[in-house]
């Protein structure tokens, strides 16, 4: 029947190939660093990058799993406005990304990622009718409506970042304050709380509803702290004593979320109801490692001296990006679409995995490593070339895992 409403597998065969573009990308930038590629304007792929890593992988795919939330709570609705809006948003998104690639902020560029924008609005509000319909189970409905709203206070961010492009407005306090302000709301606020919203649904349908309470409580806890961390990420910008505190503070209270998150892993360990695949376990396993180091790192950056650090050092920067958007919320939503929509299935998929996630742990252990040359520590001398392969191991792994879903026959995929 869901074939029929709503084109889960394709769409998640689209937002996958997009992951692979983005990667590729980023290959491309590593090669520029270390070799010649004159015909490339490093700057402009970076911001092409960026934008289509967000609205082209990442938005597709969640999109795509809350849309799969309704079907699986047997919602009536008319599905075709789904598949339109993605539709029209990959289009727009490939020429945002090429716009970018040729001319960087401008007219085009600046254009196309507001019409993702306006994409984005469309889809909220069509959804968030859509939502109020499903007889809320596990607490997810709440996560899924916060994210909605996290979504849409995050544009602001991008919105100004536009105008100050736009109109060649150089203030670098307002222009990494606005970046960063979307960011934040991006990864810390729809990007997550889309992953546990889903996650705490399929909980539900088993029947485990002590993991009602512990969603409860979590959801709290993060939607009280979502907006205060994000002056975390702009401790530099001296703010008054007053922010700073409640920075602090609420880097701090965050620290319950772990005490909420081991309680999950644990009911999750010790459950006979739960039987996930074997590489699902081990692809949650290792999104919960990056969720908790980033918990981690962000009341470490409190500290002046880390803060400096964290902030100060583009590999460190870099680094924890791809801490939070490939670590934890790529790596959820690859273990999602292995346990719910296609196995990664076969030897193409498998050891495409083995290779992504290897290619990404050794990227993120130099990126840390090349901070440390802030502590007068000796620099890698092979740094670069080391994340020039990292980068082609994880362009490789992605390119097998899609080939994999793709050619496999329909009746082999997953539930």
Request: proline letters at 2%; charged letters at 10%.
């Amino acid at each position: 029947m869901e074939k029929n409403l709503f084109r889960t597998k394709q769409w998640v065969q689209v937002a996958l190939i997009n992951f692979c573009v983005v990667a590729s990308a980023g290959l491309t930038m590593r090669y520029k660093i270390k070799f010649s590629l004159p015909f490339v304007n490093q700057q402009n792929l970076m911001h092409g990058h960026s934008n289509f890593a967000f609205v082209g992988w990442l938005a597709i795919a969640l999109m795509t799993l809350m849309v799969r939330y309704l079907v699986r709570n047997n919602i009536q609705t008319n599905y075709r406005k789904y598949n339109l809006i993605l539709g029209i948003d990959v289009v727009t998104c490939y020429a945002m990304f090429i716009s970018f690639i040729i001319q960087g902020y401008a007219f085009w560029s600046i254009t196309f990622a507001c019409v993702t924008i306006l994409i984005s609005y469309f889809f909220i509000v069509f959804y968030w009718r859509d939502l109020n319909k499903v007889r809320d189970a596990g607490f997810s409905r709440n996560w899924l409506k916060a994210a909605l709203l996290l979504w849409a206070f995050s544009s602001l961010g991008a919105i100004f970042l536009a105008y100050l492009m736009a109109n060649s407005i150089t203030i670098q306090e307002l222009y990494f304050g606005a970046l960063y302000f979307f960011m934040h709301f991006q990864y810390n606020g729809w990007f997550l709380f889309v992953c546990f919203g889903v996650f705490f649904s399929y909980m539900h349908r088993l029947g485990l509803f002590r993991f009602a309470l512990l969603s409860k409580r979590l959801f709290i806890i993060m939607i009280i702290t979502v907006i205060p961390t994000y002056f975390l990420s702009v401790l530099w910008l001296k703010l008054p004593p007053v922010l700073e505190w409640i920075a602090n503070v609420s880097a701090f209270v965050q620290l319950l979320v772990l005490v909420y998150f081991f309680r999950i892993i644990s009911v999750f360990k010790n459950s006979k109801d739960i039987k996930f695949n074997i590489v699902t376990r081990w692809i949650w396993a290792l999104s919960s490692i990056a969720f908790i180091l980033k918990i981690i790192l962000q009341v470490l950056s409190t500290m002046p001296f880390l803060s400096h650090f964290a902030f100060g050092y583009r590999p460190v920067v870099i680094g924890y990006l791809h801490l939070s958007f490939v670590g934890i919320i790529s790596l959820f939503i690859l273990g999602y679409i292995n346990e719910f929509i296609h196995r990664f299935r076969g030897k193409v998929s498998g050891i495409g995995f083995l290779v992504f996630v290897t290619g990404f742990i050794v990227q993120e252990v130099i990126l840390m490593l090349q901070g440390l040359e802030a502590m007068n520590v000796e620099p890698i001398k092979s740094a670069n070339i080391i994340l020039f392969f990292c980068a082609v191991a994880m362009v490789t792994g992605l390119v097998w895992i899609t080939t994999g879903i793709i050619r496999t026959p329909e009746e082999e995929r997953a539930r």
